[in-house]
């Protein structure tokens, strides 16, 4: 099996070496179980960005450096060129858990996944865990009304992974257009054509830093508002209780969860 990961950075050297040693440092990729394919995407950086990169001497880190349009136009040439089994994204300063690999492999393996999130998981500064929370399931047809686009239902990015077979229907062209909600997009063209996966494990995280295009909420909602529909009143309903659902349960239906005594990851329709 082949991970696919692309980081676009601009400007990113405080941030950038910690997210590389995450995806390299992966024990499934240490132990050979997968393969990586690993693209970086800088914008024509300023700083030392690309200095750092080249310290990177590696044959699965593939460095590409010139101007773009902004994030999701650097996002969707690395996407162009992706060619594993699982594929995501991880922004400059965001870091993935060592064994996140080894976790998404064991269920992408089971032939019922194609679109997988874990944990919401914030990091501060000093890349301490601040917040951790697991996602209530999330209903497909209700992302096409932009309901996921609120801090207690957003699907964390940097803990969301997918096979080929949905990445190849991805409109790379359209996904350049976006400045700020390009996550969301994609989560759309996921969407329309398989269910979104919870695995109740910790994958990788956000850490919130100074001048991050995460800050411009304002933006981020007017994109989503283009791309999506008014909700209608059963569709609000539904999300509601969803929410109380997940508020108020302290054991989830719908999420993989692993079993001790198989040894195994076990999907749970209900409890």
Not at 80 to 92: E, K
Request: hydrophobic content about 35%; glycine content about 6%.
């Amino acid at each position: 099996m082949k991970f696919s990961i692309v980081t676009p950075c601009y400007n990113a050297a405080p941030y950038l070496a910690e997210t590389l040693d995450s995806v390299l440092n992966q024990t499934a990729v240490r132990s050979g179980r997968v393969q990586l394919e690993y693209w970086v995407m800088d914008g024509g950086s300023t700083d030392h960005t690309l200095e750092l990169l080249k310290s990177y001497d590696y044959p699965n880190v593939h460095i590409h450096s010139a101007k773009d349009q902004g994030m999701y136009d650097a996002l969707a040439q690395g996407f162009s060129q992706t060619t594993g089994d699982v594929i995501a994204y991880l922004n400059a300063g965001d870091f993935y858990y060592p064994q996140a690999f080894a976790v998404v492999a064991d269920i992408i393996q089971t032939g019922q996944v194609d679109w997988l999130t874990g944990y919401r998981v914030i990091y501060n500064q000093h890349s301490q865990v601040i917040h951790m929370d697991l996602p209530y399931p999330y209903r497909r047809e209700l992302f096409a009304y932009g309901l996921y686009n609120q801090a207690w239902c957003r699907v964390q990015q940097e803990s969301t992974f997918w096979t080929q077979k949905v990445h190849q229907k991805l409109d790379l062209q359209r996904l350049k257009s976006w400045q700020y909600a390009g996550d969301y997009f994609l989560w759309l063209q996921f969407a329309n054509q398989t269910e979104l996966q919870v695995v109740s494990s910790y994958l990788g995280g956000f850490k919130r830093h100074p001048g991050q295009l995460s800050e411009r909420r304002d933006r981020y909602n007017q994109e989503v508002a283009q791309m999506t529909q008014p909700a209608p009143l059963g569709a609000k309903l539904q999300h509601t209780w969803d929410w109380c659902q997940w508020r108020w349960q302290k054991k989830y239906p719908r999420v993989w969860r692993f079993d001790p005594k198989i040894d195994q990851w076990r999907w749970y329709e209900s409890i």
